[in-house]
């Protein structure tokens, strides 16, 4: 019940069933979520909110325009939606945000009543210094892009490792096959040399000593034969642990026979043209060079740190009202403002009541000890790495 086996296939095997290869496979799954997971910071955040509120306060003036037991009441439903969000260049944050609701009121003064206000209102802030060419979150994309293609390189650098275990031992199970067909060839020659040697002792040809130097040398070759057998066993049981993840495989039962032919030709490869391949390809090489981007990506962050905070807001705010009149004989109300909810909604797209607010903001950390102190930490990862 042999099992022919190739190189080919015995490597595949063990790519396929190796529990630490399948663990290295779920790091880059992972490491591809994260990735995902920190480009999410770009997804807007979408919010909404309705109540209904009722409001009593007293008043204690005449134009408070109280009722008789010196209180107003305004009862209101209100109902808002927007965005909000991070743009994905020059490191900007931005709002969105429009609101309605019906009001009353027991205000005897109020011309509208019912009432129906509504805003939309607009931020946007643009970083001039601190942020505008490098902030925490295209930071944290470049890290997590990095750290991808680093879990990569470890998932390259366990399967070389396991390649060349199966390499490894399927030529020493080759190897030690081979050795026992020899010891075993040894053994059957030595016994028809034990053989000659009884005939010739009993011809009279030799004396008898040789009978008992030919018994030794079968002795000693057949321990030599059991050892090598041993050898075979442990070698087959090696390569079987590497490409078999459960021993209640039927295979584990069966004997292994290495059939890839032996090739002895020496590759020819020019000393520069191998070691130009081994800086390129080696996955240790590419884990430093990994670590030394992950540096040069925090170096621009902090750098970008110590910078002083100066921003550059702007808000637009467009209103709308209507509603109906009280008193439209001695308060008499313009005509836009008279109507429903829709009325409302049309003066705000009309934009007849805007308000713009352009300004600055500055911040202006006191000494700015924490992103100093974090440059100067990975300068000196730098120098460590370099």
Partial sequence: NQLPLTL??????????????DASR??????????KSVRGVYDPQIVAES???????PTSSTIGGGTSNGSVTQRRFFGSAGGSGFTPYAGGRYSALISS???TTSNSFATLNPQYPSALTLNYTQPLFRGRRFDINRRNIEIAKKNLSLTDVQFRQKAIDVITQVEQAYWDLAFALRNLQVNIDAVKQARLQLESNQRLVEKGVLAPIEIVAANAQVTNLEQNAFIAQESVTRAENTLKTLMFADRTSPNWARPI????EINLETP?????????????NRPEIATLDNAAEVNQINQRFYRDETKPEINLVGTYISQGLSGNPTFVSSNPVAPNLVGGYFNSVGNLLQQDYPTYRVGVTINLPFGNTTAKANLGRTLVEETRLG
Avoid: G, H
């Fill in 101 to 103: 609701s019906r009001l």
């Fill in 8 to 21: 080919e296939e015995a490597i595949q095997m063990a790519l396929e069933n190796n529990n630490e290869i």
């Fill in 26 to 35: 779920n790091d880059v799954q992972i490491a591809e979520f994260n990735l």
């Fill in 268 to 280: 020819r490869v020019a000393l520069d043209v191998a070691t130009a391949d081994a800086l390129k």
């Fill in 257 to 260: 026979t290495p059939v890839s």
């Fill in 51 to 57: 109540y209904f509120e009722s409001a009593t306060t």
